[in-house]
């Protein structure tokens, strides 16, 4: 007997919205349950002092400012380097043998575990060239780890740019750096801006790769080579060594809302650019 | 109506290979100056082949080259040391899908002069105001300048794209590539009429689907057929009188 499509339809619907709901969900629980624990925690001193007693007490302004500058650093290392590679592999090459090597090499270390990248960054940056644990060993690190991320980003965002546009910009007398910059780079925009995002949203969280190579110093960083400590490297070192289970929350609290609020802030720009442009 | 006198683009014994397959064969043509030059003939013809060998813009086609020569004012545009750049900026060219570029029209317009090095307002404000009166279009958007060029009309846009070529001060050859196929009657009278006083000032290439289009603003008119120049001559001689049988069958529209 066969069951008749309107209870098939009825299923899969259910069946559908219930995987979304429970998705969202989880999501919200985590979210809530970590805010819940953790923003009563959070005042204006716990953000802006200085840690005590190995951060049993005081406030976490160093790993904050690290957490901002270790992705900072990484995304202007990695953007130049990322969207040169992707705009070589679209613009200037034709597809070959070798760039679908590459391609393929890419994709690969998109999915590396980040450990792997820590442990090269310690043996390469910190023991090999005697930087030590540092902001600068740290944010190499996070570079190559995040290269990978923007590049396929940016490649999908260049390749979607019409070709008309570019025909249009050649047979107006333009070399192809110039059509690049003028015409291929800012309609590739937005997709380079996702892949920043998921960028620094996969480099503030990171953990492993950074307490192998930026260290876990708890002092303000003056200079880049420095050894910094994260949020995200804090409050594992205060959960995992029982210092601080209060702090531990308060610092995840933050560094939640700091995801938040770097991901609205990035999007907005963006809109703010394509809005400007199709006005 | 006499006979050409001068000739802007000498074309001698060109041919075209795409992957191995001729696209054009040994095409000789002589493009008069301050004319318009009407390509016909049914798809497949290598209008659009021939019309893209002008400015070269066939070098971005992969596995595409070209044979013979092509004299611009008596230098061969595909000699080795010939500077591409500045071929494409003294023979511009109109798509047949009006393409504006994701900017003000302002910056449309401009995007030729800027590259250029043009770069006083005063100057590139004169430019547009210039360009789009040549291309019957600044009556309408003369208020609405930093509006997005995205945002006009297929015909106005059509026209910016005219607009956009016509601004450019190396400008001496407009090529157009069935550019009023997706347009309405009146923008396509629009663009006609532009041409027809465009060329006291420049030399005209026109590749067209439409044989009346040919015939209403062409001088010269040329027919093409897979890949091969059949005829060329004077526009009423080749719509009255053709030599090539072919030719007569085409513009009767006995086949094509």
Redesign the interface.
């Known amino acids: 007997m066969r069951i008749p499509p309107k209870i098939t339809q009825a299923f899969a619907v259910s069946l559908l919205g219930f995987a979304t709901l429970l998705t969202v969900v989880v999501l919200l629980f985590i979210i809530v349950f970590v805010l819940g624990k953790g923003l009563p925690g959070v005042t204006w001193e716990f953000l802006a002092t200085n840690p005590k007693d190995m951060g049993k007490a005081g406030g976490i302004l160093p790993t904050l400012v690290g957490t901002v500058l270790l992705p900072v650093m990484a995304i202007a290392i990695a953007l130049p380097l990322g969207v040169g590679t992707s705009v070589y592999l679209t613009e200037y090459t034709?597809e070959t043998r070798l760039t679908r090597a590459l391609r393929f090499g890419t994709d690969c270390l998109a999915g590396i575990p980040s450990i792997i990248f820590g442990l090269f960054g310690f043996i390469f940056f910190v023991v090999m060239l005697k930087m030590g644990w540092c902001l600068l060993s740290g944010a190499l690190t996070l570079a190559i780890m995040v290269l990978p991320t923007i590049i396929r980003t940016s490649e999908e965002a260049i390749r979607a740019v019409?070709n008309?546009?570019?025909?249009?910009?050649?047979?107006?007398?333009?070399?192809r750096w110039?059509t690049v910059l003028?015409?291929v780079l800012?309609?590739a925009l937005p997709g380079i801006v996702t892949g920043v995002v998921l960028g620094i949203g996969r480099s503030i969280g990171e953990t492993a790769a950074v307490i192998f190579t930026a260290g876990s110093a708890l002092r303000m960083p003056m200079t880049a080579f420095d050894s910094v400590r994260t949020m995200s490297v804090h409050f594992y070192i205060l959960a995992r060594e029982g210092i601080s289970n209060q702090n531990a929350y308060a610092t995840a609290a933050v560094l939640i809302i700091s995801v938040l609020l770097i991901n609205l802030l990035s999007y907005s720009m963006m809109h703010r650019f394509i809005a400007k442009?199709?006005? | 109506m006499s006979a050409p006198e001068n000739v802007k683009i000498s074309v001698q014994r060109f041919s075209v290979y795409h992957n191995r397959e001729d696209a054009l064969r040994d095409i000789t043509l002589e493009i008069p100056s301050n004319r318009i030059l009407g390509i016909i003939g049914p798809a497949g013809s290598g209008k659009t082949t021939f019309l893209r060998a002008l400015n070269r813009l066939n070098d971005l086609v992969p596995d595409m080259h070209a044979e013979g020569k092509m004299l611009l004012d008596g230098q061969d545009i595909y000699h080795p040391s010939f500077d591409v750049v500045a071929l494409r900026k003294r023979v511009g060219m109109l798509f047949a899908l009006p393409v504006a570029l994701p900017m003000s029209i302002y910056e449309n317009v401009v995007y030729g002069p800027r590259l250029s090095g043009i770069r006083q307002r005063a100057r590139l404000d004169e430019i547009v105001e210039r360009s789009l009166q040549a291309a019957f279009l600044w009556d309408e958007v003369k208020d609405r300048l930093q509006m997005s060029g995205l945002r006009l009309s297929g015909g106005q846009q059509q026209r910016l794209c005219l607009a956009r070529v016509l601004a450019m001060e190396e400008l001496e050859v407009i090529l157009l590539d069935e550019p009023c196929s997706g347009l309405d009657p009146i923008s396509t009278a629009k663009i006609e009429e532009a041409l027809t006083v465009l060329k006291n000032k420049y030399t005209i290439v026109l590749v067209t689907n439409n044989t009346k289009q040919a015939a209403r603003v062409a001088d010269d008119t040329a027919f093409f057929l897979m890949g091969n120049l059949i005829e060329t001559g004077l526009t009423e001689k080749i719509f009255t009188v053709p030599d090539d049988k072919r030719t007569n069958e085409y513009v009767t529209g006995r086949f094509g």
């Open positions: 034709r019409p008309a546009y570019r025909e249009v910009s050649f047979a107006l007398g333009a070399t110039e003028k015409v800012p309609n442009r199709s006005r």
